[in-house]
């Protein structure tokens, strides 16, 4: 399990909680519209995730 902790603090900005993220991912497991994306407040890291028929999409990104 990802914990707030094992997310880097960089720069002494407010560290990425991907816990409730991932979490509603798993409540919505039928599906949802759109994109959900969830990124560090200084936008050095994102993850995106996208529903379509078959499952779930799941990516990160360097900002």
């Known amino acids: 399990m990802i914990t ?9 900005t407010e ?7 991932l979490e ?10 759109g994109e959900r994306v969830r990124q560090t407040d200084d936008q050095d890291l994102a993850v995106t995730a996208v529903f379509r028929s078959g499952g779930a999409r799941i990516s990160r990104r360097p900002w």
């Open 15 to 21: 560290e990425m909680d991907l816990v409730p993220f």
């Open 24 to 33: 509603g991912l798993g409540r919505d497991y039928r599906g949802w519209n």
């Open 4 to 12: 707030p902790a094992d997310m880097p603090d960089r720069n002494g």
